[in-house]
Each structure stands twice: as C-alpha cells, then as structure tokens.
C-alpha cells in the first residue's frame, strides 16, 4: 500500500509563490507516474499537472502553463509542485496523485490509484 504525504500548502499573497512536496510512503517515485490536482471552493477537482514515471514528460493545465512546474528529486524520493505569480484563482485544496496513466489518461483523476490528503493552497492579500 502506497501513502502520499503531501506538504508546503499556506496563505500567500497575489503575485507569491509557494512549492508543495509530496512523498509516496512504501515506494519509490519511479515506480509511477505523479500528477497534482485542485479542488477549488464550490468546484469539481481538476488536472493541475503530472509527471510520468521516468521523469521524462510533464504535462500542465492551460491555466497553470508558465506559471508552475512540476518536477521530481529521486535522491529525496519527492514529487514538488512549484507554483508562481499565483492567483486567487489558484486557491484550493491541492492533491497528489499516483498512478501508471498512459499519455492520453493523464489528466483523467480516474487513472490515478492513490491520492494524498490534500493541503490547502490560499491565495489572498
């Protein structure tokens, strides 16, 4: 059994950054494919980004795409999400995800077999 922890949620102001880390617990991050998801106030849970399992391609939202960068540390076995010029938009709670998606289920939440317990993103001055 494969546990995310996930870590690096808080409050930052418009225009700040934050980066969020996530460590599978049981494994190690080459044995899947990592992707980050939101759920904003009121909204479903959407794609934020993935990486596959050989670090080899990441894959973006459009309304994240030049603004994070999802990126992995095999030596600290760790998964980041590092997110800049952040928007009140991008306040939610924010999941890892890990799974063997191909190319075109990347983005689907139902290709991924284990999820983290969410941290909680705020953007506000």
């Known amino acids: 059994q494969v546990q995310l922890v996930e870590s690096g949620g808080g409050l930052v102001p418009p225009g700040g950054s934050l980066r969020l880390s996530c460590v599978p617990s049981?494994?190690?991050?080459?044995?899947?494919?990592f992707g980050w998801f939101r759920q904003p106030p009121g909204k479903e849970r959407e794609f934020v980004a993935a990486?596959?399992?050989?670090?080899?391609?990441?894959y973006y939202a459009d309304s994240v795409k030049g603004r994070f960068t999802i990126f992995r540390d095999r030596a600290k076995n760790t998964v980041y999400l590092q997110m800049n010029s952040l928007e009140p938009e991008d306040t939610a709670v924010y999941y890892c995800a890990a799974g063997r998606p191909i190319t075109s289920t990347i983005r689907d939440e139902s290709a991924y077999y284990y999820w983290g317990q969410g941290t909680q993103v705020t953007v506000s001055s």
């Open positions: 990486i596959k399992w050989n670090g080899g391609s990441s």
């Open positions: 049981g494994s190690t991050i080459s044995s899947y494919s």
